[in-house]
């Protein structure tokens, strides 16, 4: 059960040390500070679900510190300490939006009483928090281990909120579906999310592509484009592989998040858009940040946030609740029924230490659905390069099997980027070419095909 954190502000060790004992007695996680300043400082870099503050301290006192957590989204609740007989400033804290109050000298009776409503209190809203952040999760992941709770926990929590956030984790992870659970649940859900890949350009191109460019700036450029930021004006944009960003591009990123301003390609003037910019790596940025090749300043205004999500060989509690979606998808695509996940199968996916994560496990899966005879699951086929004598099928079978499963991957590819064939393309690792012919080949041409 999630337990929240309390964070205890007095000047007075004594009564740091008082209140902490019944605390944690009452199995509480506890963190105190000395005053108002300490105790912001505590909750930047540790959350706490529950502020106990006294009122009179030197340098902030608790009513500034009050105002100032009643202002945080989501705001930690507050109890706060009065002197004896000092009622009026225990009326005027619950007015600016303390939870509760108890008089010093305490009994613990009391004390507990107050602290066990206002705790209820926290643990309904962590518990909030948690519900909200594994629905906008489960849209987009599937998972069943602690460590992606967790993660959904911190979903819940940053997703309303207009935070820039970094994303990272091995490849094949999840951070795009991450990005897509964090927009969903967002403030800016229905406004334009656009993704953009920050390897798959030169810095002069990307450039254009990010921030847009006027008519005549470039050769080539017989119109002007808003750039991805002007589309996503309002919205959220996605920069995947942000490590590979060029170090001129990084500074005018810089500005955009700093400024909220663009200048396109070719423009005299910059001009403002609002954007909410999410983030994702699979490498190291502090490691990128120290041989040089990424800006200190850059990486500390993405990692406003930072999400990490963990590879899959440490959280095997995940495999069982992925393969049993992967099976189904693989089989609605090729039109099987639907195949059991047999203890053996399980023995098998589970034992392997998958160092492509998620994005190898759904292709270990899809190619055993596709490639076992009907109605049987191959498990030969889980060992690359290898097949058994049982796999042998009709090959005119066998082809339309391939076939199917060819066209629910371009089906779902289209569907996943609005028709946009380009970007369909490039998630299919393909050049747009190859996806034009395979469109002919399996007649799909219009946008009904892929909706």
Same mark, same amino acid.
Request: proline share 4%; hydrophobic share 45%.
């Given at each position: ?9 007095? !000047? ?53 510190? #009050? ?84 993660? $959904? ?12 956030? /970094? ?46 460019? *006027? ?5 080539? $450029?017989?119109? %002007?484009?808003?750039? +991805?930021?002007?589309?996503? !004006?309002?919205?959220?944009? +996605? ?13 005018? /990123? ?10 396109? *390609? ?11 910019? #999410?983030?994702?790596?699979?490498? !190291? /940025? ?16 993405? $990692? ?12 095997? !509690? ?23 996940? %047999? ?33 049987? +699951?191959? #498990? ?7 097949? %058994? ?32 064939? %380009? ?29």
């Amino acid at each position: 059960m999630l337990k929240p954190r309390v964070l205890v502000v007095d !000047d007075d060790e004594g009564v740091r040390y008082t209140l902490r004992e019944i605390l944690e007695s009452s199995g509480l996680e506890v963190d105190v500070a000395c005053d108002g300043v300490e105790a912001l400082e505590h909750l930047r870099l540790q959350p706490a679900q529950l502020v106990v503050t006294d009122l009179r301290m030197p340098r902030m006192d608790g009513m500034e510190l #009050l105002r100032r957590l009643v202002a945080q989204n989501p705001a930690p609740r507050v109890v706060v300490i009065t002197a004896h007989g000092s009622e009026r400033q225990a009326v005027d804290a619950i007015k600016a939006g303390a939870l509760d109050y108890f008089r010093k000298p305490f009994e613990a009776d009391e004390l507990v009483a107050v602290i066990r409503r206002a705790t209820e209190t926290a643990r309904l809203a962590l518990e909030n928090e948690r519900l909200r952040g594994e629905l906008a999760l489960s849209r987009t992941l599937v998972f069943a281990s602690e460590a992606m709770s967790a993660l $959904a926990v911190l979903v819940g929590r940053v997703a309303p909120r207009d935070s820039t956030v /970094l994303i990272t984790g091995e490849s094949g992870t999840g951070k795009e579906r991450l990005a897509e659970a964090i927009v969903r649940a967002s403030r800016r859900a229905a406004k334009s999310f656009v993704r953009f890949n920050c390897a798959s350009l030169t810095a002069e191109l990307a450039e254009a592509e990010l921030f847009g460019h *006027v008519r005549g700036a470039f050769t080539g $450029a017989v119109r %002007s484009r808003a750039g +991805l930021f002007g589309e996503a !004006d309002g919205g959220t944009v +996605l920069l995947d592989e942000v490590s590979e960003l060029a170090l001129p591009l990084q500074g005018m /990123l810089l500005r955009a998040l700093q400024e909220g301003e663009i200048r396109a *390609v070719g423009e005299d003037r910059p001009r403002h858009v609002d954007v909410r910019v #999410l983030a994702a790596s699979n490498r !190291d /940025l502090k490691a990128e940040v120290a041989r040089g090749a990424f800006r200190a300043d850059l990486y500390w205004r993405l $990692a406003v946030v930072e999400l990490h999500i963990p590879p899959l060989r440490e959280r095997p !509690d995940d495999i069982p609740v992925l393969a049993r979606h992967f099976l189904d998808r693989a089989a609605e695509r090729i039109g099987a029924a639907p195949f059991d996940l %047999s203890d053996a199968l399980l023995a098998r996916l589970t034992a392997h230490n998958w160092p492509g994560n998620v994005r190898e496990l759904q292709n270990a899966i899809e190619r055993l659905v596709a490639l076992s005879p009907e109605g049987e +699951l191959d #498990l030969a086929l889980l060992s690359p390069g290898r097949a %058994s004598s049982s796999s042998a099928e009709d090959p005119s079978r066998l082809r339309e099997k391939m076939d199917a499963y060819e066209r629910g991957l371009i089906v779902d590819a289209l569907r996943a980027c609005a028709n946009n064939r %380009s970007e369909a393309a490039r998630q299919l690792g393909v050049s747009r070419v190859t996806l034009h012919d395979k469109l002919k080949k399996h007649g799909i041409g219009s946008s009904d095909d892929a909706g």
